[in-house]
């Protein structure tokens, strides 16, 4: 079954425990960092983070917007995070490399993320040290954005290519996701769907959840 996870950034910061209380039926919670710099946008951080792991046992799957990510793996490890994907255009690649390896030597799961004008064949080097492949239908760094069909054909390609290699990746889809595009993204091979400002302004959002799973 595919997997939800609502996006914090689209919470009420005032009131996040709430907030997360009426999303628990969700299988993960999507924790966007950005730092300003690698997106034109700030966000939230470690002590956020830190919170919200004392609030909540749900699985943290932690998306670092920012330039050298490898820099705060081990911060972000310890301050809750279960999966901690970072961009392939953040750093050098060697830097990449060290921050996958880091991570799943913290016992963390790895994700790398591709923005929308990065090729899937740019992630292959990688491949192999990662749990988790993030594509992105957005730009990164705003929610509520239009979502880019175009990259279906890259989630369509990651989906063979790590089938016929055999991998036990998983494949995310994050932005503009809503019900239609949900079953689009579905489709093309996603094992999880993040969404934000559909779940969170949806007045049944458990109802929504179960819809973006295409249980409803």
């Known amino acids: 079954m595919i997997k939800i996870a609502p996006s914090l950034l689209s919470a009420d910061f005032a009131d ?57 793996i081990g911060d972000f490890a310890a301050a809750g995070a279960d999966l901690i994907t970072v961009h392939l255009e953040g750093a050098a690649p060697e830097d990449i490399h060290a921050a996958l390896r880091r991570t799943r030597a913290l016992g963390k799961k790895a994700g790398l993320s591709l923005k929308p004008g990065t090729a899937a064949d740019d992630l292959l080097p990688f491949l192999s040290e990662c749990d988790l492949v993030l594509v992105m239908f957005v730009e990164p760094g705003f929610g509520g954005q239009k979502f880019m069909r175009d990259q279906l ?47 969170f302004k949806a007045q049944d959002r458990a109802a929504r959840i179960r819809e973006l799973r295409g249980e409803i």
């Open 16 to 72: 996040l425990a709430s907030d997360i209380e009426s999303i628990k039926s969700a299988d993960w919670l999507h924790f966007d960092v950005m730092d300003g710099v690698f997106v034109p946008n700030i966000s939230i951080g470690i002590p956020v983070l830190t919170s919200v792991r004392r609030t909540t046992d749900m699985f943290l799957d932690v998306h670092l917007m920012i330039t050298q990510p490898q820099r705060y």
């Open 153 to 199: 054909d890259k989630l369509s390609a990651l989906r063979k290519i790590i089938d016929v290699r055999g991998l036990p990746v998983l494949l995310e889809a994050d932005g503009g996701v809503n019900p239609a595009t949900a079953r689009l993204c579905a489709a093309a091979g996603a094992d999880v769907l993040v969404a934000g400002s559909d779940i």
